[in-house]
């Protein structure tokens, strides 16, 4: 039996086919080419039904694919008129890698732009800006500001007890120490000059003020410079200049005025600088007449309180005004110091005592040293204290205020080598301090130690004399670097720092050490003994029976 | 072997067929990864059990099976199928399995014959 063979073909195939067989199965199928209409066409011996054939329903199988997410991520630095950089970062397989750097080539060229420039100003435009008046004023402020903030390595807020725990590097011992914190010294003022006088603001502990005389060198310059330092900052310039025509022999600042300072002049002036003002030369003048000081004026002074004070001046030529810091034209009293109406008193040096605004003391240049009174019926000059062979380059009155009063007691330096303390209450030193080997060119008591005054020399030698300890040697001394003579010495208004001035223009702070500086209650009782000890041994040194004890 | 009831128009059992091959999957390629080397001899084997297995049902069909293994990548797949018979005795079924690795699609035609 040959096998039947049926194809069936799917109805894109042309044509039709026939399949013959041979066999006993005699049926032919004759397929049309339009599926759509069959006709089975055949004889059939059994009953064969007609099968009507139709199409089925599509059978689909979809799996789908699975979803690649892909993200392209890029940063843009800010712009710049020249070249930009990119930074592209991707994070998928090679075939959307490769597309998504194409695109973004073409953003990169987009983004490629340059900058317009600001307008320039021209020449005048400029000149009118810098010198108008708030320009001045503002760059005045700020140039202040600018140059600590620059100074400054640490933070420009830190405050004062914050410096003092930085510079304790030489502070080793238990405190009986002087160790040098930092100094003051402008190229272009301070450079060959003299630094004649020192003060502290009474307002701004950090602030201090130093005058200094004429450079030879440069004659074109003013003769006289103030410069206004401050402690608190690590700038190295000064935050106030003053000027003025001629040498400034002494300043201070104002008690009661925080704008003001005051400064005497080697021509008998009295100028006034104002630190609102960002003029350089003083804001007022006293006049150069024969009414007011015609020498040099070595001591300016504000006394009184907050309501009622004058300042005070005296020049070598024994002339003491005083006048009113509002109107410097002419003094509102005068006066001759003259001791025993004879010749008058060459004054290099007075001092208040602390609180009195009446009575003080003056130093002169033959030695001798007065004591004389502002008003009242012994107006002028009353005790004369004689004990020194050299000029006295400085005198101050006890500061300390405590317990006990020792507002009598004063001490002087002189060219002759000696400190010498004294009391107002007798005419003859109480005791003389012969530790130096050269002019001792000036002294302070400490403000807040009874027994504590520094002095300084014409060797560099800054000495700190606790008469607690020791009247024979200073408690601690320390040679000022570059051995230049010091020529003044003034204490901080806390005690704590001592500055000095030399002869090369600079200032140095030092800082005293806690043991040595602060005082403690018993400092004022201990020191009222110390003085009778003192004064027992003068005693037994003169002649002299009958002494008074300190109250 | 084969008996052939006269007369009997049976029409296609869909869900037998489908359990049937669904069997024969799980027997051969239930719980292994797919692997390269042995696939072929999977798909063979698929097919042949599967239409075995048809065959013994005693059924008077003609059968077409047709199995498709894919590894699974990520792409997709997407088939068709139509035919043009009695729908009153004819039919198909597919089976659609897969595991971690693979898929699997069976199918199977089945055509009624007659006497």
């Known amino acids: 039996m040959s096998p039947s063979s049926q194809s069936v073909s799917t109805p894109s195939e042309a044509g039709s086919q026939e399949s013959v067989n041979g066999g006993t199965v005699g049926r032919t199928l004759q397929w049309d080419t339009d599926p759509s209409v069959l006709q089975l066409l055949g004889d059939s011996d059994v009953g064969r039904k007609i099968h009507k054939l139709g199409a089925s329903k599509i059978t689909q199988v979809d799996i789908l694919p699975k979803e690649l997410v892909t993200y ?5 630095t800010p712009l710049a008129p020249h070249q930009s950089e990119e930074e592209e970062e991707d994070e998928e397989i090679p075939v959307p890698k490769a597309e998504t750097e194409t695109d973004l080539q073409d953003n990169e060229d987009n983004q490629e732009y340059t900058e317009a420039h600001p307008r320039e100003l021209t020449e005048e435009e400029k000149q009118q800006i810098t010198h108008s008046e708030d320009f001045l004023v503002f760059f005045d402020r700020t140039i202040r500001v600018m140059e600590r903030a620059l100074a400054e390595d640490s933070d420009i807020f830190f405050d004062y007890s914050g410096r003092d725990m930085e510079d304790r590097d030489g502070d080793t011992q238990a405190g009986c120490n002087l160790s040098f914190n930092r100094f003051f010294y402008d190229e272009h003022w301070s450079k060959h000059r003299v630094v004649t006088c020192l003060d502290w603001s009474p307002q701004f502990s950090e602030l201090m003020v130093a005058s200094y005389n004429a450079n030879e060198d440069t004659p074109h310059e003013p003769d006289g410079v ?8 690590k ?24 704008n003001l300072v005051v400064g005497g002049t080697y021509s008998g002036q009295i100028v006034l600088w104002d630190n609102r003002s960002h003029r350089r030369t003083p804001v007022q003048r006293t006049p150069l007449s024969s009414a007011a000081h015609t020498h040099p004026v070595y001591c ?6 907050q309501n009622a004070n004058n300042l005070i001046s005296v020049s070598t030529d024994g002339k003491m005004c005083s006048w009113s810091l509002d109107m410097l034209s002419q003094p509102m009293e005068s006066m001759e110091l003259v001791y025993n109406k004879s010749k008058p008193v060459a004054v290099t040096g007075m001092a208040f005592p602390a609180g009195d605004v009446n009575n003080f003391v003056v130093g002169s240049e033959e030695g001798t040293v007065y004591a004389a009174s502002r008003h009242g019926s012994k107006a002028g000059i009353g005790e004369m204290f004689e004990g020194h062979q050299g000029p006295v380059t400085g005198i101050s009155c006890h500061n300390a205020v405590g317990p006990i009063d020792f507002s009598h007691l004063f001490t002087t330096s002189s060219f002759d080598w000696t400190v010498k303390l004294w009391t107002t209450k007798h005419n003859k030193p109480l005791y003389s301090f012969e530790d130096n080997a050269d002019y001792v060119y000036d002294v302070m008591w400490s403000p807040v130690h009874p027994a504590l005054f520094a002095s300084v020399d014409g060797m560099g030698r800054l000495d700190l004399w606790n008469l607690h300890n020791d009247t024979e040697v200073p408690t601690a001394s320390v040679t000022v670097e570059g051995s230049c003579a010091l020529n003044r010495v003034r204490w901080a208004t806390g005690g704590r720092e001592v500055a000095v001035g030399d002869s090369e223009g600079r200032v140095w702070i030092y800082d005293v050490g806690e043991q040595l500086a602060a005082p403690h209650p018993e400092d004022w009782s201990r020191f009222a003994r110390t003085l009778v000890e003192i004064r027992a041994n003068q005693g037994d040194s003169e002649e002299e029976g009958a002494m008074e004890m300190a109250a | 072997m084969e008996e052939y009831h006269p007369g009997d128009e049976v029409a296609f059992n869909p869900d037998e067929a489908s359990n049937c091959v ?26 042949e059990h599967s239409l075995t297995q048809l065959v013994k049902q005693g059924k008077p069909f003609k059968y077409i099976v047709n199995c498709a293994v894919m590894q699974k990548s990520g792409a997709g797949l997407h088939t068709a199928s139509s035919c043009y018979w009695d729908t009153t005795t004819d039919g198909s079924c597919t089976v659609r399995w897969e595991n971690r690795t693979m898929y699997c699609v069976v199918s199977v035609f089945a055509v009624a014959v007659t006497l």
Do not use: R
């Not at chain 1, 001629?246 to 600042?253: A, E, L, P, Y």
């Not at chain 2, 799980?26 to 390269?36: A, F, K, L, T």
């Open chain 1, 72 to 76: 392209c991520k890029e940063t843009q």
């Open chain 1, 235 to 258: 700038k190295t310039t000064p935050e106030y200049i003053f000027h003025c025509q001629s040498s400034v022999m002494s300043v201070g600042f104002a008690q009661f005025h925080p």
């Open chain 1, 300 to 305: 300016v002074n504000v006394v009184g309180t």
């Open chain 2, 22 to 47: 669904k069997e024969c999957i799980e027997g051969i390629i239930g719980g292994v990864d797919y692997s390269q080397n042995k696939v072929n001899q999977w798909t063979a084997t698929i097919v």
């Open chain 1, 226 to 233: 103030v410069l206004v330092w401050n402690m608190k900052f």
